[in-house]
């Protein structure tokens, strides 16, 4: 079993920065990818962006390309998403997410373990 802890939301005004980190519990597996998903309210659970943990091929979605930034720390098991220029649309809870196996970054339903979230509003 796999824990995966995230820190770093609050608010911020538009146009600001937030760096949200994800801390997994013990060495990821060496095929694993992790994942950053968000949740408005009242709707679905949306992709945001993922890396893989063995060379690092990152992926992301539309609206965030240019503004947010996923790296990831094999030695600390940690993943980061630093989020620059932030807009009041990204206001959201923020998850992040660890699969087994490469492949199908995009689909939250190919991940295995999530975090409890990170609350991030952004003001206008």
């Known amino acids: 079993q796999v824990q995966l802890v995230e820190s770093g939301g609050g608010v911020v005004q538009a146009g600001g920065s937030l760096r949200l980190s994800c801390v997994a519990s013990?060495?990821?597996?060496?095929?694993?990818?992790m994942g950053w998903f968000r949740q408005a309210l009242g709707q679905e659970r949306k992709f945001v962006a993922a890396i893989t943990w063995s060379g690092g091929i990152t992926y992301y979605e539309d609206s965030v390309k240019g503004r947010f930034t996923i790296l990831g720390d094999n030695a600390k098991n940690t993943v980061y998403l630093q989020m620059n220029s932030l807009k009041p649309e990204d206001t959201a809870v923020y998850y992040c997410?660890?699969?087994?196996?490469?492949?199908?970054?995009?689909?939250?339903?190919?991940?295995?373990?999530w975090g409890q979230g990170t609350q991030v509003t952004v003001s206008s």
């Open positions: 997410a660890l699969k087994r196996a490469y492949g199908l970054e995009y689909d939250r339903n190919e991940y295995d373990y």
């Open positions: 013990r060495r990821t597996f060496s095929g694993a990818s």
